[in-house]
């Protein structure tokens, strides 16, 4: 069972990617979402917000899951209605403080802010998942 929000897992994703958690990947990754987002006809500054948002989960799955070792990094994105929800994936050690990260922690609130809703936590699989919603149309100018 997934987290709250997140992709039923017998419902078929719009986009399912499953690749390795490497840097290449996060542009394979913010090119499918603009491909959905193109057949959606979203708006350019809700369709600009998922992939961003979707980048910097992915990157976090680059940069912290797996540290020098390989692993997956997958994402699903499935359109419900008046929203699009995005879960990236991933097998590593999941979301913790690290005091070598390379970055000043801002991915997360950045994701937060261009979001309607965010859940951060471990599946029941064991695996990290970062689930997103995003609406779809705007609303008194925030999507």
Excluded: W
């Amino acid at each position: 069972m997934a987290l709250p929000g997140t992709t039923h897992p017998k419902r078929m994703a719009d986009v399912q990617l499953t690749l390795p958690a490497r840097a290449e990947n996060v542009a394979v990754v913010r090119h499918a979402l603009g491909g959905l987002g193109e057949a959606l006809e979203l708006d350019p500054q809700i369709l600009s917000d998922v992939k961003l948002a979707v980048t910097e989960a992915c990157t976090n799955v680059v940069v912290h899951a797996y540290g020098e070792a390989d692993g997956p990094m997958e994402v699903a994105a499935s359109v419900d209605g008046p929203v699009l929800r995005v879960t990236v994936r991933d097998e590593g050690i999941g979301i913790l403080p690290r005091p070598d990260s390379p970055g000043l922690g801002l991915g997360l609130p950045l994701i937060a802010t261009l979001t309607e809703s965010l859940e951060l936590g471990r599946a029941t699989d064991d695996r990290t998942e970062v689930a997103m919603v995003f609406r779809l149309e705007r609303d008194g100018g925030r999507a």
